[in-house]
């Protein structure tokens, strides 16, 4: 095993997963938190908001594929890991020009990710459960993404709002996962 990927078995993956989504559902819902009741006053604080969010989904992916047996053996989040990190700095860039081009670059980013999270729960799919939340919030996200490219060339000039309803329901997707791996584990530890 090389030092830095750590390799679990079915089981402590199977927790990893779980912690995993309670984890990101907590972030996403702390951040749509922010989001509305904090950004709007500060546009320091809202920039922030915009540059943390790409730059956390990044690192999770990192942490995930790390604890998933390495980026080698996780191409798809290893390639979302890349994606994350080069929307953090476009972010920071685009917070220079317009919050339209924010928007853009979170709904390309959005499109690239989800398909990467799709993919990556499909590889997933035989071994765990609640992977169908995972493919359905991918598919959402690249979706949503393509709605995001729209609003962005209109006229009215996007907020922080925008983005947050989109973590919103991302932070739906990744709770559903960890209730369902939770329950699952709860029946097979009854059935035993």
């Not at 390639?79 to 929307?87: D, E, G, K, Q």
Request: aromatic share 12%.
């Amino acid at each position: 095993m090389r030092s830095n990927e750590m390799v679990l078995n079915s089981a402590d993956q199977a927790q990893w997963l779980k912690q995993y989504y309670f984890v990101r559902a907590a972030f996403s819902t702390a951040w749509v938190i922010a989001a509305f009741a904090i950004a709007p006053s500060s546009a320091a604080i809202a920039a922030t908001l915009l540059v943390a969010y790409p730059a956390w989904d990044a690192a999770a992916n990192y942490l995930d594929a790390l604890r998933s047996g390495g980026l080698n053996q996780n191409p798809t989040q290893g390639l979302n890991v890349l994606v994350s990190l080069a929307t953090t700095i476009a972010v920071i860039v685009a917070l220079q020009v317009s919050m339209n081009w924010v928007l853009g670059i979170f709904g390309a980013w959005a499109i690239l990710s989800g398909l990467l999270q799709l993919g990556t729960a499909v590889r997933r799919w035989k071994r765990f459960g609640a992977q169908w939340v995972m493919v359905l919030s991918g598919g959402q996200s690249a979706l949503a993404g393509g709605f995001f490219v729209f609003q962005a060339t209109m006229p009215a000039v996007p907020s922080i709002a925008n983005v947050a309803g989109y973590a919103a329901v991302g932070a739906i997707y990744f709770l559903v996962s960890a209730v369902w791996l939770t329950v699952g584990s709860w029946r097979r530890s009854a059935a035993l």
